[in-house]
């Protein structure tokens, strides 16, 4: 009986530890998979996000605040982000340091100033209006051509009509997207410019001239300039790629800058939302902006269809036949893709990124407008790097709801986010991409790594076919390949040899893509001047940084300023 009793109370012992030892397992898997849980998504809704107001805006303007051309403090947060979603620094990943380290600037700052021989605006001869052509990025840059083209013949320029009738139908005014006030006065010592077109002149008969395209100083002091004696309003009807990229006068070059990086500023609106989700982006660590060319649009017009169903080829088939100012419909897919004239597609563009060693943590910035097919096409990509973010993921509606039917101003959301990434990587080099790689070689040549879309879809149809795989062996060609196409300075490429006429022309580097050597020069070697750039802005020197948060790796280098 005795022996009996204490089996019982052994076995009562037993049975009570056990279950007192699985309750604490599953009481301490309950905290890690709660905490883990609440790690995913950072706490947007946190009153440390709050979009500034108009009147804060004005405020932080008066009293000095850096803009998002220049580095700022890092986000304050109400809660610091879970460790879990930071960058893993040390996860033995093969030279991690270099993937997000920029390329030797060798002492190139922004020189914009202009000469001594450089004169104010005098006594106009008459008004210049233009209608703008094109996306934000097409936009912009004959803005600012059309700026030089009003000091080339001495007009008053009238604030440009941006594009209404192009593919996207946005219905957005100058002053919707860029700061109109900013623009007038930055540029009063250049040429003089006005809102709106005098009264006694809204009637008067206007001389409508597509100018040619490319063209140098000559074309519009004699043959422009000699409108004026028959009219007092001249009306550009298109603005894209009207200046030649190279061989005008250096003050005209300079001019261009000018307004391209600090006249041609956007609106406080859009700017205060750009900036917010470059701090939004910041929280997780150094980050990727990927402009994912893979939309409706851009499909349509290059008439590439690798990896589409028949009934997207079609679809894309139709649009392009159906738009009038698309010159050419007939277009071979299979021949576009293999000399590089495609987009990579959004599987192409995860083999590339892990072939360069990239880690699937890795924290990446879609710029894009809605991708063509939707999640159907972003399964691989995702599977390799489920951190991707978007405008959509990183606010929420009521934030976006300003800008959300203006496909304008979103793409300038994506143009602020793109330009303050730790690197920049473009699916395709089209008018966005040229441009915010332009930006960034000006703002201290951050790192952009532009891809070799003829050599990677030869090697990626190669894992199509079996005949190589992804390993080592790939990445290692892979990265040889993009060594040298990282956004290291270089002078613009001019023309191809033996193009003629407008192909000469057409084959050039565009002005806006490497403003080097007309924009940026070289000065003595200093302490600190591999990693900041100083630019005269407004009569005083402004610092540009590009360590952003990499953090504890850059600074245990010693290259980043305390």
Same mark, same amino acid.
């Given at each position: 009986m005795q022996k009996r009793r204490c089996r019982s109370l052994v076995l009562l012992r037993t049975v009570l530890s056990c279950a007192i030892f699985v309750i604490s397992i599953i009481a301490l898997l309950s905290v890690h998979l709660h905490i883990f849980l609440f790690s995913k998504v950072p706490a947007f809704s946190d009153s440390s996000y709050k979009l500034p107001s108009q009147h804060e805006i004005g405020h932080q303007r008066l009293s000095g605040e850096l803009r998002w051309t220049q580095e700022f403090?890092?986000?304050?947060?109400? %809660?610091?982000?879970?460790?879990?979603? %930071?960058?893993?620094v040390a996860n033995g990943n093969r030279d991690f340091e270099k993937l997000w380290k920029p390329p030797q600037s060798r002492d190139f700052v922004p020189c914009v100033e202009p000469s001594p021989l450089y004169s104010r605006p005098t006594e106009s001869r008459g008004y210049l209006l233009v209608h703008t052509n094109g996306g934000l990025n097409q936009m912009r840059a004959g803005i600012c051509d059309m700026v030089a083209v009003a000091r080339i013949i001495n007009a008053t320029l009238v604030i440009p009509e941006l594009d209404k009738r192009s593919f996207w139908q946005d219905s957005s005014n100058f002053s919707d997207v860029f700061d109109e006030d900013h623009f007038i006065s930055a540029l009063a010592n250049d040429v003089r410019v006005i809102k709106k077109l005098p009264k006694e002149l809204r009637t008067a008969t206007r001389g409508v001239k597509h100018f040619r395209s490319w063209s140098g100083i000559d074309y519009y002091q004699d043959e422009i300039a000699r409108m004026w004696?028959?009219?007092?309003?001249?009306?550009?009807?298109?603005?894209?790629?009207?200046?030649?990229? @190279? @061989?005008?006068?250096?003050?005209i070059q300079k001019l261009r *800058?000018?307004?391209?990086?600090?006249?041609?500023?956007?609106?406080? &609106?859009?700017?205060?939302?750009?900036?917010?989700l470059v701090e939004r982006m910041r929280s997780y660590g150094p980050y990727i902006a990927l402009h994912l060319r893979y939309e409706k649009d851009m499909l349509a017009f290059s008439g590439c269809t690798h990896g589409l169903s028949p009934a997207e080829a079609d679809e =894309?088939?139709?649009?392009?036949?159906n738009t009038a100012?698309?010159?050419?419909?007939?277009?071979?897919?299979?021949?576009?893709?293999?000399?590089?004239?495609?987009?990579?597609?959004?599987k192409e563009v995860g083999m590339f990124l892990a072939a360069l060693?990239?880690?699937?943590?890795?924290?990446?910035?879609?710029?894009?407008?809605?991708?063509?097919?939707?999640?159907?096409?972003?399964?691989?990509?995702?599977? &390799?790097?489920? =951190?991707?973010?978007? %405008?959509?993921?990183?606010?929420?509606?009521?934030?976006?709801?300003?800008? +959300? *039917?203006?496909? +304008?101003q979103m793409a300038a959301l994506d143009y602020i986010v793109s330009v303050e990434s730790d690197v920049f990587i473009p699916s395709y080099s089209g008018n966005m991409a040229r441009a915010v790689e332009g930006h960034r070689r000006f703002l201290g040549h951050r790192k952009t790594i532009s891809p070799d879309r003829k050599a990677l879809v030869h090697l990626f149809d190669k894992i199509e076919r079996g005949s190589i795989k992804e390993g080592k062996g790939l990445s290692d060609r892979i990265v040889e390949i993009h060594k040298r196409r990282q956004g290291s300075p270089r002078k613009r490429k001019g023309p191809i040899s033996g193009t %003629?006429?407008?192909?000469?022309? &057409?084959?050039?580097?565009?002005?806006?893509? @490497?403003?080097?050597?007309?924009?940026? *020069?070289?000065?003595?070697?200093?302490? @600190?001047?591999?990693?900041?750039s100083s630019s005269r802005v407004g009569g005083v020197f402004v610092h540009y940084y590009y360590c952003y948060s990499i953090g504890a790796t850059t600074e245990a280098a010693g290259r980043c300023p305390l």
């Open positions: 403090s890092p986000p304050q947060f109400a %809660k610091v982000p879970p460790p879990s979603q %930071k960058l893993n004696e028959e009219y007092q309003v001249i009306r550009a009807a298109k603005s894209d790629s009207r200046l030649a990229n @190279n @061989n005008l006068p250096p003050d *800058c000018r307004v391209h990086y600090e006249a041609l500023r956007f609106a406080p &609106r859009v700017e205060a939302m750009g900036k917010l =894309l088939t139709m649009i392009r036949e100012y698309w010159k050419v419909k007939d277009i071979d897919s299979r021949e576009q893709r293999s000399k590089g004239y495609c987009p990579l597609t959004p060693g990239y880690p699937s943590n890795t924290p990446i910035y879609i710029a894009a407008g809605e991708i063509y097919g939707g999640d159907k096409h972003m399964t691989d990509l995702l599977s &390799r790097f489920p =951190l991707l973010m978007s %405008k959509e993921k990183l606010a929420s509606v009521e934030e976006l709801e300003p800008f +959300t *039917c203006h496909a +304008t %003629k006429g407008m192909e000469r022309f &057409r084959s050039e580097e565009a002005f806006y893509v @490497n403003p080097l050597p007309d924009c940026l *020069c070289q000065e003595p070697a200093s302490i @600190n001047t591999s990693y900041t």
